[in-house]
């Protein structure tokens, strides 16, 4: 019953009517036992009898046995797939993506919309619009493909119109050029045409890029150990002396010191630089470098980094990211890494900082993809960056292990301060306090000057309450400046923002902030 086909022939006798078809069964690796809806998997031998409306079989087999060997790889648990059938199911899988039957399939709007089942970031794209926009899924993170031009886009971003980046990436795609094309100027010259200014900022964050209305992505520190100036300004002790570049300049703009010769890395993003030159400015040589950096965009906001980006005079590293093409896996030897290792282009990006193991994997992963390795420094570099993004933050135990020593002292100091106490039942001498006489009483202009003060000390303490209030309530310094999405907290300045993960008020994940000026 390994066979697709084969289990799909058991349901001859299916009631038609049933809440699950027997085809979405077979393919979860059931065969029917002819016992009214009893099933069983030919892998693991799980056997399910009961069936709700709107069940997802391969989610209930799944959950029931996640350990069976189908549900961990099916292509090695011996399954043979029905690719014929799988194309008019619409259900997409790397294997059979790529094949002309289904492909053909996939021209039709209906069925590429069927294959993001398991979209995991509809919140930044959603299904509808990518497959409007003539892409289907490939069930890999979120690597999405056009059924026209095979095309392939990936890391979606908040913002992204599935038309645009199609259009932007692949121009000479039919479907961009036939339908694309003219869907995206009909909705220029409606908006054109709309005259009206009471109505012309209805649809602006539905329409057009958050990004660029000033929404962005928000992501906690990848050293949360160096968030603050002082901590970064502490790793600068050992900075060369003979550079332009002060460790104050450099720490403000987010950097802290490895203690090798110039390199720094940024607290936010770990994005490295090195070799600086007297003429380079660290907030300058940040958002050009690492235009993506959330804490670069909430203190020099994004028409700076927009700036600083457009002095690079490449744009292959956005190409590179944004076109990987479909490859297939091949074993990449230790010597070849080593090799391309020490290529010019590899060299380039070495020379700003980058982490090393970083590039080493992605020179692996892009012979693996492609056997070749990279063409220019910028495609280099974006693909390290990619690499650091993928990696799982490792958790910093510094401040757990900080803590548990204050707590420990706090008992101990309490354990001490109850055996110093005296033993019930001693008699303890209080000294005796001298009799004061009893305060005159007021006049009526006593009285009025008393009234007269506790009213001004009224005024004081509320216009102290005021300033606490437009005051960050992380450092109680610098004036709030950041709102916190989708809670809506305005409680920070743009210094302490990118330190944190969740909202310091309700405790809620900060998915995205805005940049805000209090008048």
């Given at each position: 019953m390994n066979i697709e086909e084969n289990r799909l022939q058991t349901f001859s006798d299916w009631p038609s009517d049933a809440v699950v078809s027997p085809i979405r069964i077979a393919k979860a690796g059931f065969y029917s036992l002819h016992q009214n809806l009893t099933v069983k998997c030919f892998c693991c031998g799980l056997e399910i009898s009961e069936w709700n409306y709107g069940d997802q079989v391969m989610a209930r087999h799944r959950e029931l046995n996640p350990a069976c060997a189908f549900v961990l790889d099916s292509s090695t648990s011996g399954n043979v797939p029905n690719v014929l059938q799988s194309m008019h199911d619409g259900i997409v899988s790397e294997d059979v993506a790529d094949s002309p039957h289904y492909t053909h399939s996939l021209r039709h709007e209906a069925v590429r919309l069927q294959s993001f089942e398991n979209w995991p970031v509809p919140h930044i794209v959603s299904p509808e619009s990518l497959a409007k926009a003539g892409f289907y899924y490939l069930k890999?993170?979120?690597?999405?493909?056009?059924a026209f031009c095979n095309g392939i886009v990936v890391a979606w971003e908040v913002g992204d119109d599935p038309d645009y980046e199609h259009k932007r990436h692949f121009p000479n795609c039919s479907f961009v050029q036939q339908v694309i094309t003219p869907r995206l100027e009909l909705l220029n010259e409606t908006h054109d045409s709309n005259t009206n200014p009471s109505f012309s900022?209805?649809?602006?964050?539905?329409?057009?890029?958050?990004?660029?209305?000033?929404?962005?992505?928000?992501?906690?520190?990848k050293k949360s150990k160096y968030a603050t100036l002082e901590s970064r300004m502490r790793t600068f002790s050992m900075w060369p002396d003979d550079l332009i570049q002060t460790p104050d300049s450099l720490s403000q703009a987010g950097f802290y010191y490895e203690g090798s010769g110039d390199q720094v890395r940024c607290f936010h993003c770990d994005g490295g630089l090195r070799h600086w030159d007297p003429q380079d400015d660290p907030w300058t040589e940040h958002a050009r470098w690492f235009p993506k950096c959330g804490y670069v965009s909430l203190v020099k906001g994004q028409d700076f980094v927009t700036a600083c980006a457009s002095n690079n005079s490449s744009n292959v590293e956005e190409d590179y990211r944004k076109s990987i093409?479909?490859?297939?896996?091949?074993?990449?030897?230790?010597?070849?890494?080593?090799?391309?290792?020490?290529?010019?282009?590899?060299?380039?990006?070495?020379?700003?900082g980058l982490h090393v193991g970083r590039i080493k994997q992605a020179i692996k992963e892009k012979l693996e993809q492609t056997g070749v390795g990279f063409a220019t420094p910028d495609a280099v570099i974006e693909a390290a960056l990619n690499v650091q993004l993928d990696e799982d933050e490792t958790a910093d135990t510094h401040i757990s292990q900080e803590v548990s020593q204050i707590l420990t002292e706090a008992v101990n100091r309490t354990l001490n301060h109850n055996e110093d106490m005296p033993q019930e039942g001693a008699k303890i001498k209080l000294p005796t306090k001298p009799k004061t006489p009893?305060?005159?009483?007021?006049?009526?202009?006593?009285?009025?000057?008393?009234a007269n003060s506790g009213k001004s000390l009224t005024l004081e303490e509320e216009n102290r309450l005021l300033k606490e209030a437009r005051l960050c309530k992380i450092c109680m310094d610098n004036e709030v400046g950041i709102v916190f999405l989708p809670c809506g907290?305005?409680?920070?300045?743009?210094?302490?923002?990118p330190n944190l993960e969740d909202c310091p008020v309700c405790r809620s994940t900060i998915k995205a902030t805005v940049r805000t000026f209090l008048s």
């Open positions: 890999h993170r979120d690597r999405t493909k056009c900022n209805v649809n602006i964050v539905n329409e057009s890029n958050l990004y660029d209305v000033g929404v962005i992505q928000h992501r906690g520190p093409r479909p490859f297939q896996r091949r074993e990449v030897t230790e010597k070849e890494i080593l090799t391309q290792m020490l290529t010019p282009e590899v060299m380039a990006a070495l020379s700003i009893p305060p005159p009483p007021l006049s009526p202009k006593n009285e009025q000057r008393n907290h305005l409680a920070t300045c743009f210094n302490c923002a």
